[in-house]
């Protein structure tokens, strides 16, 4: 498993350096992105579009492309957004027209009020719009970050490895994300607000941990629910009268319940990324969602899963004589696997093939086309292909299936068989899906594969430990020498990755930036001062008139 791992992570070095990500030269704009670092904590006297670039000019010298200040668009594109609302509902007034020639009429405030002509109130509406648009587009407040493009990646290596200024804590560069990615809204927010909110975030985050273990127990504790019949009458009539559905609880209703908890945590971790801690891109969003989504599985899903649900259903006899935990666990902790068969048989023949139908996405888009939309732009909204993958959700339920089969395998080998029909029938439906029906809206090159590696050795470790534990409950010592030789090298394993293959697939060396700068073909003059402005920054006037005439002419058209 770890030469399996080494490979891997070697090819991904290769990818990920081969002019895909780091060095990407595929076109233009891809290029640009790649020169392209994001300057936080700029100073002050330093918040301004002019000074910004003449600061960074005579540090760089002619190797500066461009530069773009952050500003406080969060009222601006707001007003966007509404005008872009109000447009959709003008387009849809003006479709009425010519398809029943009568012009409809509206409220100006819902259910109060004489109708009027709908066409012209919103049109009167989006007019006003422009106007306060384009005042807000003058009077746009600087924040401390900005972007800076540069001709040459000798100049991003530098910028974004060596400081700029002998100012403590002023500008923290490192590489940017793509334009498309940037949470905008959250550029606002300052260094300190950003610490801050990252502190909030993991007590948020740590404290839903602590008590989502209680339902999470309780969940698991259905696979015991024998032990349950001397004290609920209800579940020993259960047995009594139709064991056969007894059995069919005890083996399913566990994953079934772990699946409905599991259900809101994702959107948890991410809503936390991004309104608590302020993280300013998707895709690192997405990794700081991983990483906490991962933490859930772990301690909820697998440790309190198996320990508590192997101890609850011996509650009472554990508060009776304390002493018999060492022997409840060991007996109990093996048979667990029954709880993640359960959870693993669901997710596998039950949630997959729900992916690869994905009816839902069909039925739901077939009514919006026949009932619910009217305008072009309405229509190719819904046509867009479904929902692109969710690494943040899908990578952590793979590692638990990936950690419990490791962990079971020396306890219960069936798991193995239970793992091996989870990965072979997900790699079939994931692998069509991604190259034939998710549309790729994100690129972080590769990015997570470094924290996916760092927890499949984890799961590596829980498992050792686990089989460890187990040993000694049963009073097996003797084995428990040769597994910590099993967990000392796979630590030296790690921290050998880490240090060589980790360190060079973050940044691009030396060498490739020499080549890079002498092979590069001459920067043209772009038409825009940057690729990284904010949609109400880039907002034009939206003419109804014209747009009405446009529409007239194309109606009449032979």
């Not at 601006?76 to 479709?95: N, P, S």
């Not at 100006?108 to 719009?129: N, Q, R, V």
């Not at 969602?289 to 772990?298: A, N, R």
């Not at 309190?304 to 009776?320: F, T």
């Amino acid at each position: 498993m770890c030469y399996m791992l080494y490979d891997e992570y070697k090819h991904y070095v290769v990818i990920r350096h081969s002019d895909h990500f780091l060095t990407d030269q595929r076109n233009e704009r891809s290029s640009r992105v790649r020169r392209t670092i994001f300057v936080q904590d700029i100073p002050k006297n330093l918040r301004n579009q002019k000074l910004l670039e003449e600061f960074f000019c005579k540090l760089y010298h002619d190797t500066i492309e461009s530069t773009s200040l952050g500003y406080d668009t969060r009222a601006l594109d707001a007003a966007v957004e509404k005008r872009e609302k109000l447009f959709i509902k003008w387009k849809k007034a003006l479709l009425q027209v010519t398809k029943e020639d009568e012009r409809p009429l509206v409220r100006k405030t819902p259910c109060i009020g004489s109708k009027i002509d709908a066409i012209d109130f919103y049109a009167g509406k989006i007019e006003e719009l422009n106007d306060e648009i384009e005042e807000m587009q003058k009077e746009l407040q600087p924040t401390s970050n900005a972007f800076v493009t540069f001709k040459k990646f000798d100049a991003v290596a530098t910028a974004t490895q060596v400081k700029q200024t002998l100012i403590p804590f002023a500008f923290s560069n490192k590489l940017a994300m793509a334009p498309e990615e940037v949470v905008w809204r959250n550029l606002v927010q300052t260094t300190l607000a950003k610490k801050v909110g990252s502190i909030i975030g993991a007590i948020i985050i740590w404290t839903i941990v602590v008590f989502w273990s209680i339902p999470v127990t309780v969940a698991s504790s259905l696979s015991q629910l024998e032990n349950y019949r001397e004290d609920f009458e209800p579940i020993d009539w259960l047995y009594e009268n139709i064991p056969a559905l007894a059995s069919f609880l005890t083996a399913f209703l566990p994953g079934l319940a772990l699946i409905i908890f599991k259900k809101v945590l994702p959107h948890i971790c991410r809503a936390v990324a991004k309104h608590i801690k302020y993280i300013e891109a998707d895709t690192w969003i997405t990794r700081d969602s991983f990483t906490s989504y991962f933490y859930f599985q772990l301690i909820n899903f697998y440790l309190v899963a198996a320990v508590g649900g192997s101890a609850a259903g011996s509650a009472i006899q554990i508060a009776d004589d304390p002493t018999s935990v060492v022997s409840i666990l060991a007996d109990a902790l093996p048979k667990q696997w029954l709880t993640f068969a359960s959870y693993i048989m669901i997710v596998t023949f039950a949630g997959t093939p729900k992916i690869l139908a994905d009816i839902s996405t069909l039925v739901v888009s077939q009514i919006k086309l026949k009932y619910l939309v009217s305008t072009e732009e309405e229509k190719r909204e819904v046509e867009k292909p479904s929902e692109p993958m969710k690494y943040d959700v899908s990578y952590p339920d793979q590692l638990l299936i990936s950690m419990v089969g490791l962990g079971y395998a020396g306890l219960s080998p069936i798991m193995i068989f239970f793992a091996l029909a989870y990965f072979v029938y997900n790699k079939i439906v994931y692998q069509y899906r991604l190259v034939y029906v998710w549309e790729k809206t994100v690129d972080g090159g590769g990015s997570l594969f470094p924290l996916v590696f760092n927890r499949i050795i984890a799961g590596v470790f829980v498992s050792q430990f686990t089989l460890i534990g187990v040993l000694n409950l049963k009073k097996f010592y003797f084995g428990s020498p040769f597994l910590i030789i099993q967990v000392v090298l796979t630590a030296i394993f790690k921290n050998y990755i880490n240090s060589g293959l980790g360190e060079i697939s973050e940044s691009i060396c030396r060498e490739e930036v020499v080549h890079l700068d002498e092979n590069q073909s001459e920067i043209s003059e772009s038409t825009e001062s940057s690729l990284y402005l904010s949609p109400g920054m880039v907002a034009t006037r939206i003419d109804p008139c014209e747009e009405e005439a446009s529409t007239k002419t194309q109606e009449f058209e032979p």
